[in-house]
């Protein structure tokens, strides 16, 4: 397939690099990224989307994507598909995915989980929104940069699988580590803690196979001094779509929200950046009530 690739991050690159090593023929273009192997130097976004089969977009956030999506939609073949991978808004994944159907594409919105281990393996998660005329032509491609593919439904249905994921993933990280905070206080030894709580009802996919703390558990950040992983900014970002998403849904959700409050503390203001989003351990086994 002719595949065009724009936005080439630390996601992006290697996704694409796993279309070339498959043997399709890529077509990138970045602001600030390099191309990696195999794949070919657009001048702009439009260059890279212009007679392509496929056009997927890895970007930073909904506000970006608006303009690529503005900028690439009329250079696109009729028929083509409008692949867009980033975690994004709600919203903007449906207003892009309608711009891009009026304009006579097709189009997805297929966020990702499984970070950058996953993109370089191609062993990602893909959490799909679209018309099932979009899902099927972007299957091979999910077969080649994933191990998984969920049709979720219509536009937009992708990013709202992955937020509500995430946000039950923060929400979690966050109660496991104040549990170890607590159990330090109390004078229960981690591993002890680990050893029950692993294998009876306060088991969960961050204390199984993340454990936060280090030396205990399944080897994660914490053995690597907290660095990401999936950073702590990240799952801010994710929090923050989150609540963005229930807001203009009307939903309540109390927990998302205190998940959010608390990432935001610790990234802006308690030397969360940069780390690890499961080194909110120590940081809240360092505070004490008050
Ligand atoms: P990144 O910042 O490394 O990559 C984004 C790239 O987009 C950058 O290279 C940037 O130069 C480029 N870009 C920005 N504006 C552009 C424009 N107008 N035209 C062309 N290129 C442009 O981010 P990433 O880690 O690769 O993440 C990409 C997306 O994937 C984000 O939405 C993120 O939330 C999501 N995601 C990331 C991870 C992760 O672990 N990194 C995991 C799951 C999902």
Same mark, same amino acid.
């Given at each position: 397939?002719? @595949? /065009?690739?724009?936005?080439?991050?630390?996601?992006?690159?290697?996704?694409?690099?796993?279309?070339?090593?498959?043997?399709?023929?890529?077509?990138?273009?970045?602001?600030?990224?390099?191309?990696?192997?195999?794949?070919?130097?657009?001048?702009?976004?439009?260059?890279?989307?212009?007679?392509?089969?496929?056009?997927?977009?890895?970007?930073?956030?909904?506000? @970006?994507?608006?303009?690529?999506?503005?900028?690439?939609?009329?250079?696109?073949?009729?028929?083509?598909?409008?692949?867009?991978?980033?975690?994004?808004?709600?919203?903007?994944?449906?207003?892009?995915?309608?711009?891009?159907?009026?304009?006579?594409?097709?189009?997805?919105?297929?966020?990702?989980?499984?970070?950058?281990? *996953?993109?370089?393996? /191609?062993?990602? %998660?893909?959490?799909?929104?679209? =018309?099932?005329?979009?899902?099927?032509?972007?299957?091979?491609?999910?077969?080649?940069?994933?191990?998984?593919?969920?049709?979720?439904?219509?536009?937009?249905?992708?990013?709202?699988?992955?937020?509500?994921?995430?946000?039950?993933?923060?929400?979690?990280?966050?109660?496991?580590?104040?549990?170890?905070?607590?159990?330090?206080?109390? *004078?229960?030894?981690?591993?002890?803690?680990?050893?029950?709580?692993?294998?009876?009802?306060?088991? =969960?996919?961050?204390?199984?196979?993340?454990?936060?703390?280090?030396?205990?558990?399944? %080897?994660?950040?914490?053995?690597?001094?907290?660095?990401? /992983?999936?950073?702590?900014?990240?799952?801010?970002?994710?929090?923050?779509?989150?609540?963005?998403?229930?807001?203009?849904?009307?939903?309540?959700?109390?927990?998302?929200?205190?998940? %959010?409050?608390?990432?935001?503390?610790?990234?802006?203001?308690?030397?969360?950046?940069?780390?690890?989003?499961?080194?909110?351990?120590?940081?809240?086994?360092?505070?004490?009530?008050?």
């Amino acid at each position: 397939m002719k @595949i /065009g690739f724009i936005g080439l991050g630390n996601m992006g690159a290697p996704m694409a690099a796993n279309l070339v090593k498959a043997g399709h023929e890529v077509t990138g273009f970045d602001l600030v990224a390099p191309c990696p192997e195999g794949v070919s130097k657009a001048d702009s976004a439009a260059d890279a989307a212009a007679g392509q089969e496929v056009v997927i977009t890895m970007l930073p956030n909904g506000d @970006i994507l608006r303009s690529v999506a503005a900028e690439i939609i009329p250079a696109m073949d009729k028929g083509a598909l409008f692949l867009d991978c980033s975690t994004v808004d709600v919203e903007s994944a449906r207003a892009v995915a309608h711009d891009a159907e009026a304009a006579g594409l097709l189009a997805a919105d297929a966020p990702v989980s499984g970070g950058i281990g *996953g993109a370089q393996a /191609g062993t990602l %998660t893909f959490m799909a929104g679209g =018309s099932d005329a979009a899902f099927e032509k972007a299957r091979p491609l999910f077969d080649i940069m994933g191990q998984k593919a969920v049709h979720c439904g219509p536009s937009g249905n992708g990013q709202a699988a992955k937020i509500c994921n995430n946000m039950i993933l923060g929400a979690t990280m966050l109660v496991t580590c104040e549990a170890f905070a607590l159990a330090d206080k109390l *004078g229960l030894d981690r591993q002890k803690m680990f050893d029950v709580v692993s294998t009876s009802s306060g088991y =969960s996919w961050t204390m199984n196979a993340y454990t936060p703390a280090p030396g205990v558990g399944a %080897t994660s950040p914490a053995d690597n001094d907290y660095k990401p /992983g999936f950073a702590a900014e990240l799952m801010l970002k994710d929090l923050r779509l989150s609540q963005q998403a229930a807001e203009a849904a009307d939903a309540e959700t109390p927990i998302g929200a205190r998940a %959010t409050e608390l990432y935001r503390q610790f990234v802006e203001s308690e030397g969360g950046k940069g780390m690890d989003f499961s080194a909110v351990l120590p940081w809240l086994a360092g505070k004490s009530r008050g």
